[in-house]
Every structure is written in structure tokens, then in C-alpha cells.
């Protein structure tokens, strides 16, 4: 079955990096879009925004979020099935549980969460 496993999240100070993993299992990888998501504290479900999102090749990924642009950077690694999210420059507004998700599927991980604080 699909599996996306999260990972890399942490408490990390303003202005650090993290970059976050999502391993993928149960389906074709390279054929699907990806796409990560993140959930503020407080915030249900529905209101998860949408970050960023990859094409199945890797060849075109968009930065959604106005204001992660310019900050964070979505990738994929097809060899392995690892998608990932690198995040520059995080502020405490970035604290959230990030979440990743085949694009047009309901499939979703179960989260890693950021935590910037000093």
C-alpha cells in the first residue's frame, strides 16, 4: 500500500535550515506529483496550505506559498523515491507540521514537525 514516511523536522533557532525527507513506498514515484504541505499550530486540516509542489519528473516544481519564496526549495530523488523540502532562512511563523502528499491523491504522511524558536 502507499506509504509516505516524514522526516528531518526539529526545533532549530531563527534564520537556521532544516531539510525534510519523505520517503515513498507503494506506488510508481516518478510517475505522480508531489507536493508538501504544512499545518500551523492550531490550525485543522482543512486548513493546511499548500507549499510546494514537484512534477513527477522533477523537471518543474512551484513555490506556492508567497511567503516561504525564495527560501525554500522542493526536490525528488526518483532513484531512491525521496522527496524533499530544504528550508533556509526559517522563521517562527514556519513552525508548523509539515506534511507531504501524492499531488492528486489522497495520500498523505503523517507529518514532521518544525519548531523555530530561539
Known amino acids: 500500500q502507499v506509504q509516505l514516511v516524514e522526516s528531518g523536522g526539529g526545533l532549530v533557532q531563527p534564520g537556521g535550515s532544516l531539510k525534510l525527507s519523505c520517503a515513498a513506498s507503494g506506488f510508481m514515484f516518478s510517475a505522480y506529483s508531489m507536493s508538501w504541505y504544512r499545518q500551523p499550530p492550531g490550525k485543522q486540516r482543512e486548513q493546511r496550505e499548500l507549499?510546494?509542489?514537484?512534477?513527477?519528473?522533477?523537471?518543474?516544481?512551484?513555490i506556492v506559498l508567497d511567503s516561504v519564496r525564495g527560501r525554500f526549495t522542493i526536490s525528488r530523488d526518483n532513484a531512491n523515491n525521496i522527496l524533499y523540502l530544504q528550508m533556509n532562512s526559517l522563521q517562527p511563523e514556519d513552525t508548523a507540521a509539515y506534511y507531504c502528499?501524492?499531488?492528486?491523491?489522497?495520500?498523505w504522511g503523517k507529518g514532521t514537525l518544525v519548531t523555530v524558536s530561539s
Open positions: 507549499v510546494a509542489s514537484i512534477t513527477g519528473d522533477g523537471m518543474s516544481n512551484y
Open positions: 502528499k501524492v499531488s492528486d491523491r489522497d495520500y
